[in-house]
């Protein structure tokens, strides 16, 4: 079992604006999908918010302030190391927003599955800046969405002195 991140975030850091991504990737949704298809996704639940409704062939974990909130497939918790303890054994835990839960789960995630888009974009809600002491990066190829034009690559981080 991995901790891992997967964020989109672009050259300055925002990944949100008014509780929403800022910018529509196909080939990143896709990509998010693939990973996180069969594995748990742990997110709050300003982000459960944001999506609507459980995200299909996962295991769902919210974490939220309010103990008896009930949530429709979905499991709920008060703390990301409930969440963690809770989670089916022998899956990958993907940490999927928003920045709070980003910021509890940096110390603990073994990796990063980033998306960088190559632009400085307007928004409210960041990711935090990552140290290089702590993590070396890995730049996948660089792409362009037809739609939007926006140019983006997958980045992976490890932790380092971890394998």
Same mark, same amino acid.
Request: net charge neutral; aromatic share 6%; charged share 25%.
């Given at each position: 079992?991995?901790?891992?991140?997967?964020?989109?975030?672009?050259?300055?850091?925002?990944?949100?604006?008014?509780?929403?991504?800022? @910018?529509?990737?196909?080939?990143?949704?896709?990509?998010?999908?693939?990973?996180?298809?069969?594995?748990?996704?742990?997110?709050?639940? /300003?982000? @459960?918010?944001?999506?609507?409704?459980?995200?299909?062939?996962?295991?769902?974990?919210?974490?939220?302030?309010?103990?008896?909130?009930?949530?429709?497939?979905?499991?709920?918790?008060?703390?990301?190391?409930e969440a963690l303890?809770?989670?089916?054994?022998?899956?990958?835990?993907?940490?999927?927003g928003g920045a709070?839960i980003y910021n509890?789960?940096?110390? /603990?995630?073994?990796?990063?599955?980033?998306?960088?888009?190559?632009?400085?974009?307007?928004?409210?809600? %960041? %990711?935090?800046?990552?140290?290089?002491?702590? @993590?070396?990066?890995?730049?996948?190829?660089?792409?362009?969405?037809?739609?939007?034009?926006?140019? %983006?690559?997958?980045?992976?981080?490890?932790?380092?002195?971890?394998?």
């Open positions: 079992m991995s901790i891992i991140i997967i964020v989109a975030q672009s050259k300055n850091g925002t990944i949100g604006v008014n509780g929403a991504l800022p @910018w529509h990737l196909s080939d990143d949704l896709k990509r998010f999908r693939r990973l996180t298809t069969g594995n748990t996704v742990i997110m709050g639940r /300003k982000t @459960w918010d944001s999506i609507g409704r459980p995200l299909p062939d996962r295991h769902n974990i919210v974490i939220t302030r309010t103990p008896e909130l009930c949530l429709e497939g979905a499991q709920t918790v008060t703390s990301l190391e303890r809770v989670a089916p054994t022998g899956l990958d835990q993907f940490i999927i709070e509890l789960a940096l110390p /603990k995630a073994d990796s990063i599955e980033m998306t960088l888009i190559h632009k400085n974009v307007a928004g409210d809600t %960041f %990711f935090p800046v990552l140290s290089e002491e702590s @993590w070396r990066k890995s730049v996948g190829i660089e792409q362009v969405d037809e739609k939007s034009g926006l140019q %983006f690559s997958y980045v992976a981080y490890h932790r380092r002195g971890s394998s």
